[in-house]
């Protein structure tokens, strides 16, 4: 029962990490220089990668704006993903130990847990803030941009 649990926990620890690691990866490419070449340059991918284009829809003074939101964002989503970066090590070591210590693992995930927590929360307060600076008719076109509907095909986002 207990190699079920701490299997099951490592699952769930991994897919966090991958997804923190991967989003962060996507967020710095896409908002720093554009999409990564393996994505389509316009329109395609994850949230990060499409905003690029959305930016796109707007005039340059409100562009500027809202690249200084995400680029303020983007410096806690890059701590947030630093920290959970920093937890591999100590995965690894309470795995690897000669004792699994199955709660200094379950405290960890608490851990990793707050932190995609904070992210989501500022994924949250990022499009608060950009709806926000954005004038009625410009929000809409930029949203319109950012929707998963917007990725050059039809039918629902694929699964990520």
Known sequence: MNN???????????????????LGIIFAHGAL?????????VGGGPPFMRMEAALQKIPMADREKVQAIIDQKQAVMQ?????????????????????FDESKLQSLHKQIEDYDHAMKGNMLE?????????PDQERIEFFKEMS????????PMPPM
């Open 79 to 99: 701590a947030n993903v630093g920290k959970m970066t920093e937890a591999f090590p100590e995965i690894d070591a309470i795995l690897t130990a000669p004792k």
């Open 126 to 134: 990022l499009m608060i803030d950009i709806a926000k600076a954005l």
């Open 33 to 41: 220089h554009g999409p990564p070449p393996f994505m389509p340059p």
């Open 4 to 22: 079920k649990i701490s299997l099951s926990a490592w699952l769930a620890i991994g897919s966090g990490f991958l997804n923190a690691f991967l």
């Open 148 to 155: 998963p509907e917007n990725m050059g095909h039809h039918g």
